[in-house]
């Protein structure tokens, strides 16, 4: 299975880490790290780094985007750049010693929905048996009908998309009819009017999604986990205990894990077992790194799949 990521919105993540982060009041942070990121850029971050191949196309913007560009070839990543005016947003994660994250988001370049064109070129012209990864946010200037329009006329020519995007209504990914979506919980209680509150609600809302012509979900329940709904069933598993050092591209690794694992030709059970894995392993990390394969199977040694 080919595997393209679009990323139309991308960022640089900014880590920055003190042992208290104390509001009103002047606050002295250590920059941790500065990655290129995005998130379907973390995606190919995370196949390639487990040996899968991948071409990762992007937006950039003029003012900062040769930096960026530059941070993802050094990585060894292949990409394929459009560029627009502008500049590439920023997202800061404060990191405190023994409080939960917190992350600071900017606006980015706007760009006309004329320049989709030259992204669908970026893309190439045959993309059958290709799974592409539309994942993150459309900047501004990309109405969801064109972004819709897009991404359809993607999957007339061969793609199986994957979609995780908040740029897009339940009811448009629906009309995509997508062969993967990946929401978070507080993604899939919005989409369909409900709370989860535990396993069996999460599973509830998993096949609720995938009844609206979805072929697979996959609901990522953070430290609790992730619940896979396909056409063989219904499964969950659980997240192996660790030390998480950020939980930034946790969910996008998440994602790499299941086109790993579906690429690899394994079953379903395993497929989920192997996403939870990814995402587990990426939270190990500090920064917006890629999950190691080393950690990806000690964990997955330490993650048990039942039926839901």
Do not use: W
Not at 54 to 65: I, S
Not at 230 to 249: D, R, W
Request: aromatic residues 6%; glycine residues 10%; hydrophobic residues 45%.
């Amino acid at each position: 299975m080919n595997v393209i990521t679009l990323t139309l919105n991308p960022a640089f993540d900014l880590h920055c880490y003190a042992d208290a982060f104390v509001p009103y009041h002047e606050n002295v942070f250590d920059i941790t790290a500065k990655d290129a990121g995005g998130k379907g850029i973390n995606v190919s971050r995370a196949l390639a780094k487990n040996g899968v191949k991948n071409l990762a196309v992007c937006v950039l913007g003029r003012e900062n985007g040769g930096e960026f560009l530059k941070s993802l070839e050094s990585e060894g990543l292949a990409v394929n750049a459009v560029y627009t005016e502008g500049r590439i947003r920023e997202n800061i994660t404060l990191h405190e010693k023994e409080r939960a994250e917190t992350r600071i988001s900017f606006k980015g370049f706007s760009m006309c929905e004329s320049a989709l064109a030259k992204v669908r070129e970026a893309m190439g012209t045959n993309l059958s048996g290709s799974a592409v990864v539309f994942a993150g946010s459309a900047p501004a200037g990309v109405s969801e009908s064109a972004l819709v329009a897009f991404l359809q006329d993607l999957k007339n020519a061969g793609a199986s998309l994957v979609i995780d995007s908040r740029s897009l209504s339940i009811a448009a990914i629906a009309a995509l009819r997508p062969m993967l979506i990946k929401p978070n919980k507080h993604e899939a209680e919005g989409a369909l009017g409900i709370k989860i509150v535990n396993i069996e609600d999460g599973a509830r809302a998993a096949k609720a999604l995938r009844e609206k012509g979805i072929e697979n979900v996959l609901l990522s329940l953070g430290a609790e986990g992730a619940i896979l709904s396909c056409p063989s069933g219904t499964y969950y598993a659980s997240a192996p205990e660790i030390e998480v050092l950020s939980t930034v591209g946790a969910g996008d690794s998440t994602l790499a894990g299941f086109l790993f694992a579906k690429a690899a030709g394994c079953k379903d059970e395993e497929i989920l077992a192997r996403a939870v894995a990814f995402g587990s392993a990426a939270c190990m990390l500090a920064g917006t790194a890629a999950p190691l394969t080393e950690d990806i199977e000690k964990l997955r040694k330490k993650i048990s799949v039942k039926t839901v």
